[in-house]
């Protein structure tokens, strides 16, 4: 059977190319999307993709992933700093879930080190811009092989 990965990017990443490039570069988020479905593609999985930027939609991706999809890789976006309601959601299915962030949270103003996902995560990928997506995915087949 094939690996199916569920991509989720929260609030405001829609922006991505326009907004703040010298924090979060230049790509855009068609562009990301794309390239994680096709390095998806070469490993063997398929990559689905969800962006929104209200907190019950992302919990609904998450909760209509139970049952269908083996990993998820979320940016949740401002999110990442209260939305418990986004980390039970992430509880409650039990899927492996890896956090991303384009910037590096833990060195830029202090409300942003800290991350309400980062408990019901198995790592948390910060400060690799574009990159820290494919390293997700290497982190989350990496964990799905071994199980
Ligand atoms: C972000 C970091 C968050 O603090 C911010 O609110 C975002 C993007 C990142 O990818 O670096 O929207 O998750």
Redesign the pocket.
């Known amino acids: 059977m094939t690996t199916k990965i569920l991509l989720i990017n929260?609030?405001?990443?829609n922006m991505l190319g326009i907004?703040k490039p010298e924090?979060?570069g230049t790509a855009t988020l068609a562009e990301i999307e794309a390239e994680l479905i096709s390095y998806g593609d070469k490993k063997g999985c398929l990559v689905s993709c969800f962006q929104s930027n209200h907190e019950g939609a992302i919990i609904d991706a998450i909760h209509s992933a139970y049952g269908k999809i083996d990993g998820i890789i979320i940016?949740?976006?401002?999110?990442?700093?209260y939305s418990y309601a986004i980390s039970d959601a992430i509880e409650s299915v039990m899927i492996p879930v890896v956090e991303?962030?384009?910037?590096?949270?833990h060195n830029?103003?202090d409300?942003?080190s800290k991350s309400v996902i980062e408990p019901v995560s198995l790592c948390q990928i910060?400060?690799h811009g574009k990159e820290?997506y494919f390293m997700a995915l290497d982190c989350l087949l990496e964990y799905l092989n071994r199980k």
């Open positions: 929260g609030p405001n990443l907004r924090i979060y940016n949740p976006g401002a999110y990442t700093h991303v962030h384009l910037s590096d949270i830029r103003e409300f942003r910060s400060g820290g």
